[in-house]
């Protein structure tokens, strides 16, 4: 138990800068506490003392900003930057090196039992705002960006972003260690604009030559003028 309390302290100073200290890990971070305060309620709720581990969830809640439901299952070294308004539905799971950002939640997609909310592989980071939702699985060392949405499976080792989620392969490399930098991510609505642009300059220049083509096959003005007279004065005679 103390070697797992003191790696969950590590995790929190390895992943945020700003933490300078066990102390400051300690009494600043609302999001380890309620990530020790889930494995008291998780094992209660395993227990079957449903109601209570529910009651002393919502305290928690109010008191760090984190709402995570008791059954969820939560691996080790899962740190929770910031916390505001994180929310993790029952049937979570989420495994090792897990990283997500302030205003994630883990949700379901309806009232259905059973499995219904996201399954998170190791070293997955989940960015500022994002959502997942529904019975899927991301998998190990993928990132969802920030304010993505995701409704559909994610592959291992890849990037997330958009409304709705869509997966950006990044360069085909593997993910094996904590990658931090959620807001490094491709935009997707960016590069559709540039796509088209280039689309557009393709045809202008199309264009231009199908013109200077038409310019060059096209008889001299005062040359056609003279040839309709020769024509007039055929006729005439």
Same mark, same amino acid.
């Given at each position: 138990?103390?070697?797992?309390?003191?790696?969950?302290?590590?995790?929190?100073?390895?992943?945020?800068?700003?933490?300078?200290?066990?102390?400051?890990?300690?009494?600043?971070?609302?999001?380890?506490?309620?990530?020790?305060?889930?494995?008291?309620?998780?094992?209660?709720?395993?227990?079957?003392?449903?109601?209570?581990?529910?009651?002393?969830?919502?305290?928690?809640?109010?008191?760090? &900003? /984190?709402? %995570?439901?008791?059954?969820?299952? #939560? =691996? !080790?070294?899962?740190? +929770?930057?910031? @916390?505001? &308004? /994180?929310? %993790?539905?029952?049937?979570?799971? #989420? =495994? !090792?090196?897990?990283? +997500?950002?302030? @205003?994630?939640?883990?949700?379901?997609?309806?009232?259905?039992?059973?499995?219904?909310?996201?399954?998170?592989?190791?070293?997955?980071?989940?960015?500022?705002?994002?959502?997942?939702?529904?019975?899927?699985?991301?998998?190990?060392?993928?990132?969802?960006?920030?304010?993505?949405?995701?409704?559909?499976?994610?592959?291992?080792?890849?990037?997330?972003?958009?409304?709705?989620?869509?997966?950006?392969?990044?360069?085909?490399?593997?993910?094996?260690?904590?990658?931090?930098?959620?807001?490094?991510?491709?935009?997707?609505?960016?590069?559709?604009?540039?796509?088209?642009?280039?689309?557009?300059?393709?045809?202008?220049?199309?264009?231009?030559?199908?013109?200077?083509?038409?310019?060059?096959?096209?008889?001299?003005?005062?040359?056609?003028?003279?040839?309709?007279?020769?024509?007039?004065?055929?006729?005439?005679?």
């Amino acid at each position: 138990m103390i070697a797992r309390l003191r790696a969950d302290i590590n995790a929190v100073k390895e992943r945020d800068p700003a933490c300078t200290s066990t102390f400051s890990a300690l009494t600043n971070y609302p999001g380890l506490w309620a990530v020790w305060w889930h494995r008291l309620t998780h094992r209660l709720h395993r227990s079957g003392h449903v109601w209570l581990a529910r009651r002393i969830s919502q305290r928690v809640r109010r008191a760090t &900003g /984190v709402e %995570i439901h008791p059954g969820a299952t #939560i =691996g !080790d070294r899962f740190f +929770i930057d910031h @916390g505001m &308004g /994180v929310v %993790i539905g029952e049937t979570t799971v #989420i =495994g !090792d090196d897990v990283t +997500i950002y302030q @205003g994630v939640t883990l949700g379901g997609t309806g009232k259905e039992h059973g499995k219904r909310h996201p399954t998170l592989e190791d070293f997955v980071v989940v960015g500022v705002g994002a959502t997942v939702l529904g019975n899927i699985r991301i998998g190990r060392g993928t990132r969802v960006g920030a304010g993505a949405v995701v409704v559909s499976e994610v592959p291992p080792n890849c990037t997330v972003v958009g409304v709705p989620g869509r997966v950006v392969v990044r360069e085909g490399k593997r993910v094996e260690s904590i990658d931090l930098h959620h807001e490094d991510l491709p935009d997707p609505v960016v590069e559709m604009y540039r796509a088209l642009q280039r689309r557009m300059d393709r045809i202008e220049v199309r264009l231009a030559r199908d013109e200077d083509m038409n310019a060059e096959a096209a008889p001299a003005p005062r040359a056609a003028a003279e040839q309709r007279e020769d024509e007039d004065g055929d006729q005439g005679l």
